[in-house]
């Protein structure tokens, strides 16, 4: 039954069956239900070419997905994310018809606070929904939170390796370009410690669907000043591809 609502980004309908869905796809079953998202292409670039890497499915179509095992652990699949909720999460969900049960998220977000260093990990509670796609499957609200079991899991074993860390909420927001400083005060009042543009939705299929999902998003770029600051986030190679093989681990522990 559909809730009606004067906007309708908020109308959800509790109806479990839709017109498109890739569970009733009979889509061929992935060989490991452990996967990594990552936003990093130069460490995918990096595994490819020192042959790290065997292709385990390509989705053909219009915006084609390649996911891949590692040789060295090959319980183990990644791929490239996404950008956004609709895409990243919409993904996901093709990926959970297929079999993925334990999925584990890695990028890089923009800090709402410059105290928060680059490269500084976020152990990612939950996340401030402002965007439209979680809504069509979980009920209105203006927070969503991670699993709390999976979420301890990754801080134990950031403990264990003495990594250090930050745990808190994002503000996923479809609109990058509208990052403007009284709604990065408001988020940062709210508790958003980063702010980028998928976690509320992958969150959102992961509770749907019934599976384990992680997640951790590294200090990047700065918004919390009057001018941004790019502080070459993109360009931190060696925490990119730590964070990716750290995942691998992380992964597995679910």
């Known amino acids: 039954m559909v809730t009606k609502n004067e906007f309708p980004v908020m109308e959800y309908d ?23 998202i990552t936003f990093f292409p130069d460490v995918m670039k990096d595994l490819l070419e020192k042959n790290q890497l065997e ?8 915006n084609p997905v390649d996911i891949y095992r590692f040789k060295d652990m090959p ?16 993904n996901l969900e093709c990926f959970a018809a297929c ?24 152990v990612v509670e939950g996340a ?20 709390r079991k999976i979420s301890d899991k990754i801080t134990s074993c950031l403990d264990e390796r003495k990594i250090p860390y930050i ?10 370009f509208r990052e403007t400083k009284a709604l990065v005060e408001q988020r940062k009042l709210e ?10 939705g992958c969150i959102a299929i992961a509770q749907y669907r019934n599976f384990d999902y992680g997640a951790i998003i590294y200090g990047g770029d700065d918004v919390s000043q009057d001018e941004w600051d790019t502080r070459s986030w993109d360009k931190r190679q060696g925490i990119r591809y730590n ?3 750290l995942c691998r681990d992380l992964v597995k522990a679910f």
Not at 55 to 62: S, Y
Not at 75 to 90: E, F, Q, R, S
Request: with cysteine; net charge negative; aromatic share 10%.
């Open 75 to 90: 319980d183990v699949m990644i791929t490239l994310g996404y950008v956004g909720c609709p895409a990243c999460a919409g």
């Open 55 to 62: 292709l385990e499915r390509h989705f053909t179509g219009e």
């Open 167 to 176: 745990k808190g909420i994002t503000w996923t927001t479809d609109a990058m």
């Open 191 to 200: 508790g958003a410690k980063i702010v980028e543009m998928e976690q509320a």
């Open 14 to 36: 509790d109806d479990n069956d839709s017109i498109v869905n890739p569970f009733s796809w009979n889509l061929e079953p992935f060989t490991t239900d452990k996967l990594i």
């Open 243 to 245: 964070l990716v093989m």
């Open 99 to 122: 079999g993925a049960t334990k999925v584990m998220f890695c990028g890089g977000g923009g800090v709402l606070d410059k105290n928060i260093k680059v490269g500084e990990l976020l």
């Open 128 to 147: 401030i929904r402002d965007e439209g796609f979680s809504y069509k499957y979980i009920k209105p609200s203006r927070y969503i939170y991670s699993d």
